[in-house]
Nanobody
Framework: QVQLVESGGGLVQAGGSLRLSCVASGSILRINVMGWYRQAPGKQRELVATITSGGDTKYADSVKGRFTISRDNAKNTVYLEMNSLKPEDTAVYYC?????????????????WGQGTQVTVSS
């Protein structure tokens, strides 16, 4: 069974740091883009950062200079290093990945989400 499992969320004071991890497991042929999204209460889910298999990154303006996304292709893992955290960073953070899976002998692309991990930043 293919799944994404996040870890590393928690409660931190403003100005602090957290590191999120997300591992993709199962019969995966290839992982293309991996990324992090977040959803605060009463708000829509928004992009935080993405990274391609080649290492190209993209960030939301609100996190540029504070967050760093990276990945370990050998471990099917993506990380999000979050520094200088602010109360407005409080949200459930979701891992996302575009996975190439073999279905009935045919490689197809699927979009997967993790279950989410809570990040709470206190003022």
């Amino acid at each position: 069974q293919v799944q994404l499992v996040e870890s590393g969320g928690g409660l931190v004071q403003a100005g602090g740091s957290l590191r999120l991890s997300c591992v993709a497991s199962g019969s995966i042929l290839r992982i293309n883009v991996m990324g992090w999204y977040r959803q605060a209460p009463g708000k829509q889910r928004e992009l935080v950062a993405t990274i391609t298999s080649g290492g190209d990154t993209k960030y939301a303006d609100s996190v540029k200079g504070r967050f760093t996304i990276s990945r370990d292709n050998a471990k099917n893992t993506v990380y999000l290093e979050m520094n200088s955290l602010k109360p407005e960073d409080t949200a459930v953070y979701y891992c996302n990945a575009e996975l190439e899976l073999v279905t009935a002998g045919i490689p197809l692309l699927y979009n997967y989400w993790g279950q989410g991990t809570q990040v709470t930043v206190s003022s």
